[in-house]
């Protein structure tokens, strides 16, 4: 119980910092930066998911 509440205080901060840091420009160029490469590697992989789901599917 005692990692639980560690592991949502450092979550807590997280959001704080980033909130602060998104006010600068530099942050919010920083975070915008970080969101762009999150979201082409969440699509690669969504990608690649679905290129071998497809490749199962026809093996069958």
Do not use: C
């Amino acid at each position: 119980m005692k990692q639980l509440f560690f592991v949502a205080v450092g979550v807590v901060i997280g959001f704080l910092v980033a909130h602060r840091v998104s006010r600068t420009p530099g942050g919010a160029t920083f975070l915008a930066e970080v969101d762009a490469r999150s979201r082409a590697f969440r699509g690669a992989v969504a990608d690649g998911y679905r290129s071998r789901e497809a490749e199962l599917r026809t093996d069958v």
